[in-house]
């Protein structure tokens, strides 16, 4: 994993891929307010479709951008600029019509990706030949809201709040 020496770097490999990687991913975003909006896919794929390349093309904030003014200002986003992320979980990627063998392959073997948050509720995870138990206080979800309890496609997160 990159460290934030490494990240501002003007390397012109780490730089490229910085730029096709989003924001919030190797860095948090470093805002103090966020809106994280949950979207479910009913119909008409393909311009569902068109519409995530446009997003991610015109709307979704780079790596490298976050780095850029994030440096330019002491190491925080107090810009104000928009800050806008793109996540699609399994579910959505199955509803955009990728088969479950293809959501197998790399880079998408991890079953906690696979099989969603709802099946992750106090787990065990291992990390480096150690079990540890997620206590997370979270209510289950068939206590959550509605919306939540059917499938999610996809998260978009949203923040331009200034420090």
């Known amino acids: 994993m990159l460290t934030s020496l490494d990240i501002q770097t003007t390397n012109e490999i780490k730089l490229k891929i910085l730029d096709n990687l989003q924001a919030n991913i190797l860095k948090f975003h470093q ?9 479910r896919f ?3 794929i393909d311009r569902i479709k068109t519409w995530i390349q ?8 780079s790596a490298a951008r976050q780095v850029g ?3 330019k200002n002491g190491g ?15 579910d959505g990627y199955r509803a955009l019509g990728y088969l479950n063998n293809q959501l197998s392959e790399q880079p998408f073997q ?12 106090n787990c065990y995870f291992k990390q ?6 997620i206590d ?7 206590d959550w809201q509605n919306f939540y309890q059917g499938k999610i496609h996809t998260m978009l997160l949203l923040s331009d709040f200034q420090l």
């Open 31 to 39: 805002r103090r307010e966020a809106y994280h909006l949950f979207v």
């Open 128 to 133: 480096q030949d150690q079990w540890w138990t």
């Open 136 to 142: 997370n206080k979270d209510p289950l979800s068939k």
């Open 76 to 90: 925080v986003n107090n810009t104000g600029e928009l800050l806008s992320c793109f996540f699609l979980s399994a």
């Open 110 to 121: 991890d079953s906690s990706f696979l099989n969603g948050m709802k099946a992750r509720q």
């Open 69 to 71: 003014i994030n440096s």
């Open 54 to 61: 446009g997003y991610a093309q015109e709307r979704v904030t």
């Open 42 to 44: 009913t119909k008409e």
